[in-house]
């Protein structure tokens, strides 16, 4: 498969290819890719694999003449009289910074364009990473925008880990479990437009994700737990299907952010103000505890 970047860069087949263009060399073998740059006197490595998408390359660099960092960044030292100063300090490439930077700037991008508005152009004008370095982490766009998802969906599965709700009685759990659903949709919007892109999408990309299953096994059991306990205290009435109550809830989580703008042109109703967050995230609880609750 030949390499997006093959006009800049040679193509990237396996085949050993030697090219000089612009004073710049490079040189290509099957995993370890070397690029050297005349202007640094360096040459810099990228090597690896990535969990989701397979392509990961995390860079490492070879001194040839200078030290070995792959970019050297002044940061500001303080002296003991409390001036800082800029000389002298430097910072060796933080890939995992990079990486990091790179999917805070292409979730960004690609909730509000999703993935065919997107540009990695754009992407990579924003971040500290070259276009090529975005390539050589991901492999395509389409993979950065899976890394994207992923990173998304597990940031809430993190999140709805810490809410230690082994230690609370069952109705106490899940309203707490409500709350925090309605709470994240409204704070992370980004997440509602990228459910919402991908659906567009009938989940085309989602469905290449391997994560899905381990976030889908502890989002259900998560949830699961909750109410057979419940059930099993005498709390909760029998006979709801805990996937059911998963969607009921995020469904009722979900619409607020995704069609608020609409709605509340349609019945002139301010939905994003904070009386009417609050009024309508304790609406929300009450619903779903009445549906619940064993009479």
Request: hydrophobic share 40%.
């Amino acid at each position: 498969m030949q390499h997006p970047f093959d006009d800049d860069a040679g193509t990237y087949n396996g085949e050993k290819k030697e090219r000089d263009e612009n004073g710049r060399r490079a040189i290509t073998r099957n995993v370890l890719d070397f690029f050297i740059l005349p202007s640094r006197g360096r040459v810099v490595a990228f090597v690896s694999r990535c969990p989701c998408v397979g392509v990961k390359r995390d860079p490492v660099t070879f001194s040839t003449r200078k030290p070995n960092v792959m970019k050297q960044r002044t940061s500001p030292s303080r002296s003991s009289s409390g001036e800082t100063s800029t000389t002298g300090a430097t910072r060796p490439y933080d890939s995992a910074q990079s990486l990091a930077d790179i999917l805070e700037v292409a979730t960004k991008e690609f909730a509000d364009k999703g993935l065919s508005g997107a540009r990695v152009d754009e992407i990579a004008a924003l971040t500290r990473a070259s276009k090529r370095m975005i390539y050589y982490h991901f492999g395509s766009k389409e993979a950065l925008y899976l890394a994207v998802l992923e990173r998304a969906f597990q940031a809430q599965a993190t999140s709805e880990d810490a809410l230690l709700l082994d230690d609370l009685t069952p109705d106490e759990a899940l309203r707490k479990l409500v709350g925090f659903s309605y709470d994240y949709h409204q704070e992370h919007v980004s997440f509602v437009r990228l459910v919402m892109s991908e659906n567009e999408r009938r989940g085309e990309l989602f469905a290449q994700g391997d994560f899905i299953g381990r976030l889908n096994l502890s989002v259900k059991d998560r949830l699961r737990s909750v109410y057979e306990a419940g059930v099993a205290a005498g709390t909760f009435r029998s006979g709801i299907n805990p996937v059911d109550l998963r969607m009921s809830i995020a469904a009722l989580c979900f619409y607020p952010v995704s069609n608020r703008h609409t709605f509340s042109l349609l019945f002139n109703h301010d939905m994003q103000s904070p009386a009417a967050v609050q009024a309508r995230r304790d609406s929300v609880i009450d619903m779903v505890m009445r549906f619940v609750l064993a009479l």
